[in-house]
């Protein structure tokens, strides 16, 4: 019953390099892009490289000089809002308060030998980051958030076959007693938590010692990533907190001789810039910035104001889009020019597939078929199977499922439309700052579109929420479609009643326990992540694999019988632990707390053919029934599941309400009398309650029947967007919802 919400943050965009290697399935590319390097050429370079040349070490003695001379550097520079200790009357109920923030990022660009390189020398982009904070602890939630760090403390892999990359971090800590007294956290205190193998990351852990409510802690955190013929990822500056932030500074220096874009999105300031003789500086700094981010309900995404820093070169390994070709910084650019960089992308990643066994098999069964759904239903579903299979994508990359996809329906001569837009997890289409942030989509003719191969996805018709009712255009021409012309659409949404979790709870006393049988049907988005949580390898393919002729896991594993059954016996094996612990989580999840007995878990039906995922779960509760005297106590209010219970400055809002997607949640509540008891109808009665306005239904009636209490329990989100003008009527359905979780039937003694 608790609703799923839209993300709170972490705006990502994946690095996106120039060729495509699926290591989860074995679909081969025969024809490599020619504006990448020749790859033959570097792997001999770096097989030389590896036996011939001995490579240096990074260890921890290394590390640890490191850490002093940053720590030394950063505690000494002279930072005026950092010593402020003031902290205005009108914060003393928050949970904490930054008095000081501050962000620097450093990013050059240097050629450099390699004796990796077959040309003697790559570029590399050097970049350091330093994030600090001073914050106020006001009270144990602050406490236990900030009592721990754990981090990584460095990285060296080799990249490609031009030698190793850098990556290195540093945690400073500082704890400021309300006395005044301050004392920096000796390194002695932190603790490897992985060694790892030679070369590959470590990391560390760092619980702060003699921390507590009414202190302040000064840490920062310091980044280096040195990284050769690749960018780095984009750098993300959020003006906004869950706590309010009385001072932060944003200050970058960046080579002039790279292409430096940033877009200011959801009303973020423009950066101040200016240059020097090597650099382009930018700056921003903001005070008093009281507004925090609510923690129900809430897109940074789309509402929180941020920039977006993204800054590349033209490194060999990379797809180097127009956009960025020019040199220098280019405040919020032109979208149409980096729209047009993402179809010239997908054109130029257009290879020509050589397919494993399986897939042909199904390529060559489509043939046959009439409609052009039904072969691209047959198709995408193939893929559909593999990916809840391996719990990762078949076509790892978005831009590999464009072109395989695409290339798909071309051989069964299916006509489409191919279509970009974003996530929720990125800026709008219109918004656009970076190709690398576009997802693309492939439209049947009918208007049915297919997006990438995520292990998560509903399947059937299901557009997965993360893209619905997004901005994108389309082309539909079959080839040149990075000409144009493209026009504008919004991917479809979906409807309450699409998405729907029904549960059915049947519920008898055992002396002081409840045994509960719980059966859960969802529809429509609710499936999301179902599938490859809950079904063995096994009952996947005995339900998704039947329409290519798979009667079991191992022949879908296209191995020899023998090599074939072991694999499946392992599978076996490990789905057995991994599917009880999930099913394990899930009713702690509904509860709040962990069965005394799980009795039986099972799963029905597997979100096939556009039929719903159902599961059942058979387990023992404590706690739900007491005794009074001689009567029983039953907390009926606990079987619906957890409900959000908001308090103090999260029931005042100035911001609309953010939902994953509108949603419906039945649950039906089937309480078995034990014999010699009843309830009265009048105290059944109480139970009842309605709220229905234009942004939520909640409502739950009672009644008596045959020895039996049944409670039914409605909560609809009528939304995906619910305005802040409408909170109050959200507000109180809530309150209705948390409230009905505290009632309780009183079984009368006859």
């Known amino acids: 019953m608790a609703r799923r919400l839209q993300r709170t943050g972490g705006i990502e965009a994946e690095r996106l390099i120039g060729y495509t290697n699926e290591e989860e399935c074995v679909i081969t590319i025969e024809l490599i892009i020619n504006r990448f390097t020749d790859m033959r050429k570097l792997f001999i370079t770096f097989l030389m490289a590896v036996f011939v ?33 003031n902290v205005p009357p009108r914060f003393n109920n928050e949970s904490a308060v930054i008095l000081a923030r501050y962000e620097e990022a450093i990013v050059d660009q240097k050629r450099k030998f390699s004796i990796y390189a077959s040309q003697g020398f790559v570029k590399q ?26 981090y990584r403390k460095f990285d060296r892999p080799i990249y490609g076959g031009l030698g190793r990359d850098d990556h290195r971090t540093v945690l400073g800590v500082k704890v400021i007693k309300a006395d005044g007294r301050e004392k920096e956290v000796s390194s002695d205190d932190y603790q490897d938590v992985e060694e790892g193998k030679k070369g590959k990351e470590k990391r560390a852990k760092l619980a702060v010692p003699d921390l507590q409510v009414g202190d302040m802690i000064d840490y920062f955190v310091y980044d280096i990533d040195n990284v050769k013929e690749e960018n780095i990822p984009p750098l993300s500056f959020v003006f906004r907190s869950e706590y309010p932030i009385l001072d932060y500074q944003v200050h970058c220096e960046i080579d002039k001789k790279l292409c430096t874009q940033y877009r200011a999105l959801n009303g973020a300031p423009n950066f101040e810039a200016s240059q020097n003789d090597d650099d382009i500086l930018l700056d921003a700094h903001l005070k008093d910035i009281d507004k925090t981010i609510p923690k129900y309900g809430y897109n940074a995404i789309a509402q929180a104001p941020y920039a977006l820093l993204y800054i590349t070169g033209k490194v060999e390994m990379s797809y180097v889009p127009e956009s960025t070709k020019k040199k220098g910084l280019q405040a919020n650019p032109s979208v149409e020019v980096i729209q047009n ?10 290879f020509s597939w050589s397919l494993e066994k399986n897939l042909d098999k199904a390529l060559k069964q489509a043939k046959t078929m009439t409609g052009d759904q039904v072969k691209a239903d047959y198709l995408y579903n193939y893929c559909l199977l593999y990916s809840f299979l391996s719990q990762r994508s078949y076509m790892k990359r978005e831009t590999s499922f464009a072109s395989l996809f695409g290339s798909l329906l071309d051989r069964v001569k299916v006509p489409y439309d191919r279509v970009s837009t974003t996530s929720w997890g990125d800026e709008p289409y219109s918004q656009l700052i970076s190709y690398a942030d576009i997802t693309p989509a492939i439209m049947l003719k009918n208007g049915k579109i297919y997006f990438p191969v995520y292990p998560y996805f509903a399947g059937g018709d299901v557009i997965p929420s993360a893209f ?34 029904a549960t059915t709870i049947k519920a008898s006393v055992d002396a002081s326990l409840l045994h509960i049988v719980r059966q859960s049907t969802m529809t429509g988005c609710e499936k ?6 809950f079904a063995t390898a096994e009952e996947i393919v005995s339900s998704w694999g039947k329409p290519y002729g798979y009667a079991d896991y191992a022949a879908i594993l296209d191995e020899k019988p023998a090599k074939a059954a072991a694999f499946a016996k392992e599978r076996a094996e490990q789905d057995k632990k991994d599917i009880a612990d999930n099913f394990k989580d899930e009713i702690e999840g509904y509860h709040q707390k962990a069965p005394v007995k799980i009795n039986a878990t099972q799963v029905t039906t597997y979100g096939n053919d556009n039929q719903p995922f159902i599961y059942q779960t058979d387990y023992t509760m404590d706690g739900l029934v007491k005794k009074a005297g001689k009567n029983l106590t039953i907390s009926v209010g606990q079987l619906i599941g957890p409900q959000k219970h908001l308090e103090g400055r999260e029931r005042k809002r100035t911001e609309d309400v953010y939902y994953d997607y509108p949603s419906s949640y039945k649950v039906t509540i089937d309480l078995e009398l034990p014999a010699g008891y009843s309830v009265s109808d009048e105290s059944l009665q109480k139970l009842n309650t309605l709220v229905d306005n234009a942004a939520i239904h909640f409502e739950t009636k009672t009644e008596q029947a045959k020895g039996k209490v049944i409670i039914n329990v409605e909560k609809v989100y009528k939304k995906q967007v619910v305005p802040v003008a409408e909170w109050d009527k959200l507000l109180e359905a809530l309150d209705r919802a948390y409230a009905f979780t505290n009632q309780q039937v009183i079984l009368k003694k006859d």
């Open 53 to 85: 040349f001995p490579v240096m070490a990074f260890d921890d003695k290394d590390y640890k000089a490191y850490v002093e001379k940053v720590k030394k550097e950063v505690w000494s520079r002279d930072m005026p809002q950092f010593k402020n200790r």
């Open 125 to 150: 982009i050097n970049s350091t980051h330093l994030q600090r904070y001073l914050i106020k602890i006001n009270d144990k939630a602050a406490l236990e958030k900030f009592s721990t760090f754990d």
């Open 528 to 533: 999301e992540g179902m599938v490859p949580n």
């Open 468 to 501: 619905q009712n997004r901005e994108a255009s389309r082309c539909d021409l079959p080839k040149k479609f990075y000409k144009g012309p493209f026009t504008a659409m919004k991917i479809p949404g979906s409807k309450a009643e699409d998405n729907v979790t």
């Open 341 to 350: 960089d993402a179809w010239h992308l997908w054109s130029d990643l257009t």
